[in-house]
């Protein structure tokens, strides 16, 4: 197994989290039809309050040092796992189940996580990355998963 390690994202990371935003919004278009705008940018427009709002969090998922992914948390009562980002280089070798659990880690307490009820395959990963038990429910947009993440 590769070493997944994430870490904060900090200002001078912002336009990495912008590039990888953009791959995620490539990927995620199948499931949300989203357009890309006049430039050619999906573009993410909270990502400006991730460096300004004390209770979300930006995050870089690296394997062995290499830029591997994205992770943007609303911490609150419940956190939220925000936006969620996997290359795909590296999805289904448990880089994304081992990222998920460093993050809850970083967060004990209440959570939820959501996924969009046209995108299975991510249901499925978040149903075996969840380390605890949870509860499961499904809203207008899709399924839900509430769980309490232990202190370390």
């Known amino acids: 197994m590769s070493n997944v390690a994430v870490h904060v994202a900090t200002i001078d990371d912002k336009p990495i989290v912008a590039q990888l935003l953009e791959l ?19 573009g993410y427009r909270w990502l400006d309050n991730y460096w300004t709002e004390t209770e979300r969090h930006p995050f870089l998922i690296r394997v062995d040092g290499r830029l591997a992914g994205v992770v ?18 590296y999805r289904r070798a448990g880089v994304g189940r081992d990222a998920a659990r460093a993050v809850f880690a970083m967060f004990p307490g209440e959570w939820q996580v959501r996924q969009q009820a046209s995108n299975p395959a991510a ?17 207008d947009e899709g399924p839900v998963q509430h769980f309490s993440a232990p202190a370390r």
């Open 24 to 42: 995620y919004a490539h990927d995620f278009s199948e499931f949300a039809k989203a357009d890309v705008d006049e430039t050619g940018r999906f």
């Open 72 to 89: 943007l948390v609303r911490a609150g009562r419940p956190h939220d796992m925000a936006e969620f980002f996997v290359m795909r280089k």
């Open 123 to 139: 249901t499925a990963f978040w149903r075996t990355a969840i380390p605890v038990a949870f509860r499961e429910d499904v809203n």
